[in-house]
């Protein structure tokens, strides 16, 4: 049992005295002046909440880190101290700079556990979360970090309703894991551990389809995590930024995967004219109709919400479902490629990573936005199919009300697919902004002509990889290449903020790959 008990109604006392405060201002023991020094078992911002706030040195044992008396009550509390960045879309708001480390898997002896009494639970079940704003817009070393201010904390625990959804995610891998175990027979050494290992290393991906509000730390041995989309919808509804409630109940992911084929059997091959006049939405502007859009407000009207966008549905968010529109042509083919993420260079090109202890290692591609994209998200594809009239009219957005909605398919990126595709352009562009390999290409047409703009600038954009070349690829995004547009800088060559793609030929693929819902 921990013996760090503490009064609630003193300690709120207290945490109020520091709220606002940055950490250098909190650190009393001089912990930013000998970083090295000190033993960062939970990371800088951590050790400094745990030593100068409450005053008790470092703790690596896995059970809770405190007992707060409330009242009569005694509970036992996981302490957390975890950074937010701020989005700006839809509206100003904080959001969950990484996932929140819980304790570890225990791959080993997990199926001789039950849920109740799991070290994985004792450390939800109650939480003390300190908040602070991560105001870097690059990561920076374990001293940088005196300058964050903690603006917030909270006594958290899950509804009923979180706790089934974290339940079936614990269940799910203490499956996995008993299933691997016993596979391997003999002795429980350290051959028996290395086949066992092994064995979870290739095949433990195929959680990422089943998991809802959790994920696992993808290096071994494993750790869970909460989702830094389950922390952003936490962050939001105890900062107060709502988000929109949609009718019905959903414990897991799979409760999202029953609506939409509900919704695929009640609407499926009707037309996007049809589905406006049926919901009554006013989407029309000049007469002309903007898939991106239109497809976005008839799928949350299906599930009887009335944002604008899915990313104002509490739901989408709480299970980092990513909306994505799907237009297939008659004959099945893609229609276009499909825009993911804005590339953050800076966070591209850092040399390294620190861990909770402190100490700094290189950086590696499962340390990396990138990967964390495709690994943490999922995608709900959204797929309609263009009638035989549009390919005549190819792009015109008239003709888009007679595109037939087809259902829903749920995306989620295989290891493979994240391993040599996206790792790909990962090490690519790296190296071509640490190496200044990177040039500015004068863009040609197929005949060798250069391609002039309508202003008589010549066109020319950064040598990226491209679709060409892999199906995860760079591309810049603007109303057009001309120099005004080229907002964004990098190694002093000018050009169009630059987003990750993915080909449209690939994410036919993959759908065909990923089963129906």
């Known amino acids: 049992m921990p013996d760090h008990i503490y009064d609630k109604k003193a300690l709120i006392a207290r945490l109020e005295a520091y709220v606002g405060k940055t950490f250098e201002m909190i650190d009393n023991k001089g912990m930013f002046d000998n970083v090295q020094k000190y033993n960062l078992q939970k990371g800088i911002a951590g050790s400094v909440v745990e030593q100068c706030i ?44 990484e996932p929140m480390s819980i304790t570890a898997v225990g791959v ?71 299933e691997v175990v016993s596979h391997h027979t003999g002795p429980k050494d350290k051959t028996w551990k290395d086949a066992v290992k092994q064995e979870y290393i290739d095949v433990h991906g195929r959680l990422r389809r089943l998991l809802s509000y959790v994920d696992l730390a993808p290096k071994f041995p494993p750790r869970f995590r909460l989702k830094k989309t389950t922390v952003s919808s936490m962050i939001a509804k105890h900062f107060g930024y709502e988000l929109e409630q949609l009718p019905g109940k959903y414990s897991s992911i799979s409760d999202i995967d029953l609506k939409c084929r509900e919704l695929t059997r009640l609407y499926a091959g009707q037309t996007i004219g049809q589905l406006i006049k049926k919901f009554n939405l ?49 004959t099945g083919g893609r229609t276009e490629d499909m825009k993911l993420y804005h590339m953050d260079f800076d966070e591209l090109t850092r040399q390294a990573v620190i861990e909770d202890d402190g100490t700094e290692r290189p ?35 008239n003709s888009l009300s007679s595109n037939v909605f087809v259902g829903f398919k749920r995306l989620v990126f295989s290891d493979e697919f994240i391993d040599t595709k996206v790792r790909k352009l990962w090490e690519d562009t790296r190296n071509k902004v640490l190496k200044h390999t990177l040039v500015d290409v004068v863009q040609k047409r197929k005949d060798g002509s250069i391609i002039v703009l309508k202003n008589g600038e010549v066109s020319s954009a950064p040598n990226f990889m491209k679709s060409s070349e892999n199906v995860v690829f760079m591309r810049g995004s603007g109303v057009d290449s001309s120099r005004k547009n ?11 903020p630059q987003y990750v793609w993915i080909k449209g030929t690939s994410v036919v693929d993959e759908l065909k790959r990923t089963p129906e819902m």
């Open 486 to 496: 080229k907002t964004e800088s990098v190694n002093g060559i000018c050009m169009l």
């Open 108 to 178: 080993y002896d997990i199926a001789e556990q039950k849920f109740e009494t799991s070290h994985f639970w004792e450390k939800l079940q109650h939480m003390l979360i300190i908040y602070y704003y991560y105001s870097a817009t690059h990561a920076v070393s374990a001293y940088e970090y005196k300058d964050f201010s903690m603006v917030g904390y909270e006594f958290h625990e899950f509804s009923k309703e979180d706790k089934e959804v974290l339940k079936k995610d614990w269940e799910y891998v203490r499956s996995l894991c008993a």
């Open 282 to 330: 006013e989407l029309l502007t000049d007469g002309k109709l903007s898939m991106k859009g239109v497809a976005e407000r008839i799928v949350i009207a299906m599930f009887g919400g009335k944002a604008h966008k899915l990313n104002q549905i509490e739901l989408f968010e709480r299970f980092g479902l990513i909306g994505k529109t799907i237009a297939f042509t008659s």
């Open 54 to 97: 409450f005053e008790y040195p470092p703790d690596t044992k896995q059970e809770a880190d405190l007992i707060i008396l409330d009242g009569e009550k005694s509970v036992k509390t996981e302490l957390k101290t975890t950074g937010m960045l701020i989005q700006e879309k839809p509206k100003r708001h904080y959001v969950a700079k």
């Open 363 to 397: 950086i590696t591609f499962e340390d990396s936005e990138m990967y964390a994209y495709f690994a943490d998200h999922e995608l709900l594809c959204i797929m309609f199919k263009e009638s035989p009239q549009n390919l005549t009219q190819k792009y015109k957005t």
